[in-house]
């Protein structure tokens, strides 16, 4: 196999050899800060993309679930990729390769036509399903808070408030839809002016407005008007306030810490800023 598939376990090769006989990498893809190989690779005439889990790897079963069961609205738009193969045991599966370029620093990322096609592309996600979760925000709450009490470099005086923040908290029930997860303009593509859907290896059940909090912090603050032609593709905005700082108080958390353990700097500064936008807006 080619020296690019060095990457994957035996199993996930001998499953690659079965399913696309003779393939050719052509490029590496991969992010590089977590533990899963993106390639892009052509066999049989046509290009898909190879996306493998290492052992410590959650993402793959979580986008392998997304296709299963989620992106049947994007597909049949020629908006997401078909799965061709999956196994979630090998984490690894395979799907067709979408034609575009990455939204994100282009100017595509600046145009109002790009997020009203995303609040489009994002509603038709969301009223899929819809799920009461009375123990979701009690879950979230306890992951803050591991956030908190591990590595990272939060004042320590900023730390101590946050953790009080979020122990005061209610337990309020909640309606989960399927999110993306990780909505923003490095996961969409355009391609003649259509856009396309890529990454969900943070797809779940959650609530709606989550989808909402990456955009929050930049897209709509980077471009004027974004966030109007959004939501006027969305149709609504699921944004409530008192859960949405709660959101926002999480997500600047978990920035802020899992940044500094993969040692994403300018991530970790984004974190930082939330963090202090939500203290500010709390005092």
């Known amino acids: 196999m080619p020296h690019r598939f060095a990457a994957l376990t035996p199993l996930q090769r001998n499953l690659i050899d079965a399913w696309l006989p003779g393939v050719e990498v052509e490029a590496d893809m991969s992010w590089g800060l977590v533990g899963t190989t993106v390639l892009r690779a052509r066999t049989g005439g046509r290009l898909v993309v190879i996306k493998a889990g290492d052992a410590s790897d959650r993402n793959i079963e979580r986008e392998i679930r997304a296709h299963r069961e989620w992106t049947g609205p994007w597909v049949r738009l020629g908006r997401a990729a078909r799965m061709l193969h999956a196994d979630v045991a ?16 282009t100017a595509a990322a600046a145009a109002s036509d790009t997020y009203a096609q995303a609040g489009e592309l994002l509603h038709a996600f969301h009223v899929q399903a819809a799920v009461a979760d009375p123990d979701y925000e009690p879950r979230m709450n306890v992951k803050a808070l591991g956030w908190l009490a591990g590595p990272h470099q939060i004042a320590p005086e900023v730390a101590e408030a946050l953790t009080a923040m979020v122990r005061s908290w209610p337990s309020a029930p909640v309606t989960c839809v399927p999110t993306h997860g990780d909505w923003q303009s490095r996961n969409w593509l355009v391609d003649n002016g259509v856009l396309r859907v890529i990454d969900l290896g943070r797809a779940g059940l959650r609530p709606a407005a989550e989808d909402f909090e990456r955009l929050a912090v930049q897209e709509f603050v980077w471009h004027p008007g974004a966030e109007e032609a959004f939501l006027s593709g969305y149709g609504t905005d699921p944004r409530e306030p008192e859960a949405w700082f709660r959101t926002r108080v999480r997500s600047a958390v978990s920035t802020a810490c899992w940044a500094y353990q993969v040692g994403e700097k300018d ?4 974190g930082h800023r939330m963090i202090g936008e939500v203290l500010a807006e709390a005092a």
């Open 90 to 105: 090998a984490k690894i599966l395979v799907t067709e390769y979408l034609p575009g370029t990455l939204v994100q620093g």
């Open 267 to 270: 991530f970790e500064a984004q």
